[in-house]
């Protein structure tokens, strides 16, 4: 039979893992835990190369505003756009997880677009062993995945200001294909999202000043057992503002900022139940996580609708105000634009230790041509042993007005 039992040790190690941190880090590990994490991942390279920022950056020549405000769509060049993103994923760990993104729009008429993606994160291949050992062989092998797709309208509300509203179907499948203890994971969410786009005068310069909003994966909750448990989806909030300012003729500058707040409730932690109900134990001792489970229930987290989440979302951090601002994360971009054809990026993106903890600088660049453009971003991590270092995202752009003219139509 099955060593379902190992499989389940292994998981609730991982579930508990924050909380077995916390007590070395003083309690204040506390994360912010979402089923689904795929959507969160960053999967273009331009925002990569720019520490992950994308809200309000420059949409003229961007067909990948799908993931990071849909509402910028009205506002680039060309009529169709095409790209392919692709991102092998934890390379420091593994070899074969990896995530795809395919995204395309199409402008109605100068005021409006449809636009639409579908993003498929692999978790490579896991082997499962029956009987006694690793000596049997293995005796199967799954694929587990996570897959995203949507559609999303924008129109412009006026010259400088636009809006988008899109929906979203997500299907998870981690589960075991003969295991009855796991079905695949579905829901559905809503995206709603904003743009302004304007030149404002800075000395003798015209600068084109952007800012964005976007609130994403506004939906149910998912569940992996049948609906006996729920977890909520990485909702999220998402500001930024963007400054292109012109040096000359032929070359420009833009400074961009996004930060993200997850709209997910803060999920009371192992390290609390054991100070409640065992603070004459280690806060660190696993034995009791049963227990934790019968405790987290009775909170009434796990009841939790996922708009009563968002609501709740910005008050409930134990630590008060001061943990509020921590599950703030941001990032700072700069892109240096040659005669719209050459491009130069740099970036920084925070996370506080004690929410995740993902620090990192991220370099790249971009090629642009009448049909295609390619570009290129790699990560640099500043935190210690962090699985996301030396992470390359790869982006493959096509514009269709050029493919138009090369072919004479």
Same mark, same amino acid.
Not at 301 to 327: M, Q, V
């Given at each position: $039979? $099955?060593?379902?039992?190992?499989?389940?040790?292994?998981?609730?190690?991982?579930?508990?893992?924050?909380?077995?941190?916390?007590?070395?880090?003083?309690?204040?590990?506390?994360?912010?835990?979402?089923?689904?994490?795929?959507?969160?991942?960053?999967?273009?390279?331009?925002?990569?190369?720019?520490?992950?920022?994308?809200?309000?950056?420059?949409?003229?020549?961007?067909?990948?505003?799908?993931?990071?405000?849909?509402?910028?769509?009205?506002?680039?060049?060309?009529?169709?756009?095409?790209?392919?993103?692709?991102?092998?994923?934890?390379?420091?760990?593994?070899?074969?997880?990896?995530?795809?993104?395919?995204?395309?729009?199409?402008?109605?008429?100068?005021?409006?677009?449809?636009?639409?993606?579908?993003?498929?994160?692999?978790?490579?291949?896991?082997?499962?062993?029956?009987?006694?050992?690793?000596?049997?062989?293995?005796?199967?092998?799954?694929?587990?995945?996570?897959?995203?797709?949507?559609?999303?309208?924008?129109?412009?509300?006026?010259?400088?200001?636009?809006?988008?509203?899109?929906?979203?179907?997500?299907?998870?499948?981690?589960?075991?294909?003969?295991?009855?203890? #796991?079905?695949?994971?579905?829901?559905?969410?809503?995206?709603?999202?904003?743009?302004?786009?304007?030149?404002?005068?800075?000395?003798?310069?015209?600068?084109?000043?952007?800012?964005? #909003?976007?609130?994403?994966?506004?939906?149910?909750?998912?569940?992996?057992?049948?609906?006996?448990?729920?977890?909520?989806?990485?909702?999220?909030?998402? $500001?930024?503002?963007?400054?292109?300012?012109?040096?000359?003729?032929?070359?420009?500058?833009?400074?961009?900022?996004?930060?993200?707040?997850?709209?997910?409730?803060?999920?009371?932690?192992?390290?609390?139940?054991?100070?409640?109900?065992?603070?004459?134990?280690?806060?660190?001792?696993?034995?009791?996580?049963?227990?934790?489970?019968?405790?987290?229930?009775?909170?009434?987290?796990?009841? #939790?609708?996922?708009?009563?989440?968002?609501?709740?979302?910005?008050?409930?951090?134990?630590?008060?105000?001061?943990?509020?601002?921590?599950?703030?994360?941001?990032?700072?971009?700069?892109?240096?634009?040659?005669?719209?054809?050459?491009?130069?990026?740099?970036?920084?993106?925070?996370?506080?230790?004690?929410?995740?903890?993902?620090?990192?600088?991220?370099?790249?660049?971009?090629?642009?041509?009448?049909?295609?453009?390619?570009?290129?971003?790699?990560?640099?991590?500043?935190?210690?042993?962090?699985?996301?270092?030396?992470?390359?995202?790869?982006?493959?752009?096509?514009? $269709?007005?050029?493919?138009?003219?090369?072919?004479?139509?």
């Amino acid at each position: $039979m $099955m060593k379902r039992d190992i499989r389940k040790v292994c998981l609730a190690i991982l579930l508990m893992l924050p909380a077995y941190v916390a007590p070395a880090q003083k309690e204040r590990f506390n994360p912010i835990y979402t089923g689904v994490t795929s959507l969160s991942i960053a999967p273009d390279a331009r925002a990569g190369a720019m520490g992950d920022v994308g809200c309000a950056t420059d949409p003229y020549y961007d067909n990948n505003c799908q993931y990071w405000n849909p509402s910028k769509y009205p506002f680039t060049k060309s009529q169709a756009g095409l790209s392919l993103c692709y991102t092998p994923w934890l390379r420091q760990l593994v070899s074969d997880i990896d995530l795809a993104n395919l995204v395309g729009y199409y402008k109605l008429d100068d005021y409006s677009a449809l636009s639409s993606s579908i993003t498929y994160f692999s978790l490579g291949e896991v082997i499962v062993l029956f009987g006694g050992g690793i000596s049997q062989g293995p005796q199967a092998v799954i694929r587990p995945y996570e897959m995203a797709v949507d559609f999303d309208y924008s129109r412009k509300l006026s010259e400088v200001f636009s809006a988008a509203v899109g929906l979203r179907f997500i299907y998870s499948d981690l589960q075991y294909n003969y295991d009855d203890e #796991l079905t695949p994971g579905k829901a559905f969410s809503a995206d709603i999202s904003m743009f302004y786009n304007n030149y404002v005068g800075l000395g003798r310069r015209d600068c084109l000043f952007g800012w964005g #909003l976007n609130a994403s994966n506004i939906g149910s909750k998912i569940s992996y057992d049948g609906g006996q448990t729920n977890e909520f989806i990485p909702t999220n909030l998402r $500001m930024g503002v963007s400054l292109s300012v012109p040096i000359d003729e032929y070359n420009s500058i833009s400074f961009n900022a996004d930060a993200n707040k997850l709209m997910v409730p803060t999920k009371p932690t192992y390290s609390q139940f054991m100070s409640e109900e065992h603070p004459e134990e280690d806060p660190g001792d696993l034995s009791f996580t049963s227990d934790y489970a019968t405790w987290l229930a009775a909170t009434g987290y796990n009841d #939790l609708s996922p708009i009563a989440g968002i609501f709740k979302s910005f008050s409930d951090a134990p630590g008060g105000l001061e943990e509020e601002l921590r599950e703030i994360y941001w990032g700072i971009g700069v892109e240096y634009n040659y005669n719209d054809q050459f491009l130069l990026r740099g970036g920084y993106h925070y996370e506080n230790e004690y929410k995740g903890n993902r620090k990192y600088f991220t370099l790249g660049a971009g090629f642009r041509m009448n049909v295609f453009s390619l570009d290129a971003a790699y990560l640099i991590s500043t935190a210690q042993s962090n699985p996301l270092d030396q992470t390359l995202r790869f982006t493959l752009s096509f514009d $269709m007005d050029g493919l138009k003219a090369i072919l004479g139509r």
